[in-house]
Each structure stands twice: as structure tokens, then as C-alpha cells.
């Protein structure tokens, strides 16, 4: 059972357009949402986070959503760069044994079209 | 500042054979350790987690096993290898207590023939 979903396996974008990259969630108990972005043959590394306390997070060219009621997330890049061309993973946080878990899902390969 | 390092970056094992690979964390104490697998085409996987020396959680049945011999290297094994074994595997780290920003390694692109 996948707790967090990205049903678009891959997106394109123009360069200078928005990027918007979706993920669900089923477990209402995930507290803590995070982006990753990965490039080939290295391990991901962290984009940008959210609170489930909040609705929206901004780090410059970078916002993450939160919908809580839809359990829905998404992640908006603007203006979209080649260099933004990744595959993008979103996880969630929830308690699993004696520790915190993050759970990924199954990334969006973003393409940035020059 | 903390490095996470892996090796070796790729691995090429005939099915049967074991395996070892291994990471190391510096720059910081007590981190919690975690081995995912990212299968082609798929997303990463959580296999194993330590918040400590010697404490071992799996996530999944399998054919691997992890061990955590000292505070800041973890290590990820196999007897005998199944074609099965084949990804990306990815080893990462985090606060203490925390667990939600994880600082991933290089992986390590495991075939296996």
C-alpha cells in the first residue's frame, strides 16, 4: 500500500514557465512534508519542507502546498531552469518503531526545455 | 561540516555471491542511519534504519541484512546475492531524535548478473 503517491511519472516544462509537481497522501498522521530533488547516479538532496501547522512554504524560485483536507501537496518552481531537470521525490514523516520514518514517493522525472 | 560518504560507487556481482557495502558519517554523533534501495524506475525504498550502535530495524523482508559496528558507519550485506538485488542503493543520515531533513550519500549502483 503506497502511502504517498506521485501519479506523474514525468512532466516538461518551457524554460521561464511554472513547474508543478503533485503528491498525495493517505496517512493522516504524517506531520512533516519534504521535496528532494535527484540527479542521476547521485543521492537526492533536500529542496524544501512544510508543516502540516501550515499551508504554504517559500524558499525563492521554490513554494511548497499543502492541502490537508485533500491530502494533497504540490511543489511550484518559477521560473522553471534547465537546471532544475531532476527527478523529484516528495516524503512524508511519520512515526514508525522507535523513530521517526520518512516515507518517499515514487518520483516525477522533471524535464526544463530550453 | 558533515560528509557522508559510500563505496564502492558501482559493483558489478554474480547472483550468489555477497555482499558488503559501506557508510560512513562524519561530523556529527548519534545520527540515525538508513539503507534505501531505489529500484529502476521506481521510487527510494527504506530497507533499514539504527538510531544507534548495534540497533537494526527492517523494513522489508529480504535477502539483506544491515549492521551498525560503530557509531558512524553502517554497512549493508548479503550471502548470496539475487538478481532481484539489482538498484541503487542509497544510504543517508539524519539528527538524532529528528528524523525528517535526511542527508543522503553518493549510492552505490549495485548489478547483478
Known amino acids: 500500500d503506497q502511502q504517498v503517491k506521485q501519479n506523474s511519472p514525468s512532466l516538461s516544462v518551457q524554460e521561464g514557465r511554472i513547474s508543478i509537481l503533485n503528491c498525495d497522501y493517505t496517512?493522516?498522521?504524517?506531520?512533516?512534508f519534504l521535496w528532494y530533488k535527484k540527479y542521476p547516479a547521485e543521492g537526492p538532496t533536500f529542496l524544501i519542507s512544510?508543516?502540516?501547522?501550515?499551508d504554504k512554504n517559500e524558499d525563492g524560485r521554490f513554494t511548497v502546498f499543502l492541502n490537508k483536507s485533500a491530502k494533497h501537496l504540490s511543489l511550484h518552481i518559477v521560473p522553471s531552469q534547465p537546471g532544475d531537470s531532476a527527478v523529484y521525490f516528495c516524503?512524508?514523516?511519520?512515526?514508525?518503531?522507535?523513530?521517526?520514518?520518512?516515507?518517499f514517493g515514487s518520483g516525477t522525472q522533471l524535464t526544463v526545455l530550453p | 561540516s558533515q560528509t557522508i560518504h559510500q563505496w564502492p560507487a558501482t559493483l558489478v556481482q554474480p547472483v550468489g555471491s555477497p555482499l558488503s557495502l559501506e557508510c560512513t558519517v562524519e561530523?556529527?554523533?548519534?545520527?540515525?542511519l538508513y539503507w534505501y534501495r531505489q529500484a529502476a524506475g521506481r521510487g527510494l525504498q527504506l530497507l533499514f534504519y539504527?538510531?544507534?550502535?548495534?540497533?537494526i530495524s527492517s523494513e522489508v523482508p529480504q535477502n539483506l541484512s544491515a549492521s551498525r559496528p560503530q557509531d558512524r558507519q553502517f554497512i549493508l550485506s548479503s550471502k548470496k546475492l539475487l538478481l532481484s538485488d539489482s538498484g541503487f542503493y542509497l544510504c543517508?543520515?539524519?539528527?538524532?531524535?529528528?528524523?525528517?531533513?535526511?542527508?543522503f550519500g553518493p549510492g552505490t549502483r549495485l548489478t547483478v548478473l
Open positions: 512544510i508543516s502540516s501547522i501550515k
Open positions: 516524503a512524508a514523516r511519520g512515526l514508525s518503531g522507535s523513530a521517526r520514518q520518512l516515507t
Open positions: 561530523g556529527t554523533s548519534n545520527p540515525n
Open positions: 496517512n493522516s498522521m504524517f506531520d512533516y
Open positions: 539504527s538510531v544507534g550502535i548495534g540497533q
Open positions: 543517508a543520515w539524519s539528527v538524532m531524535g529528528e528524523g525528517d531533513e535526511q542527508f
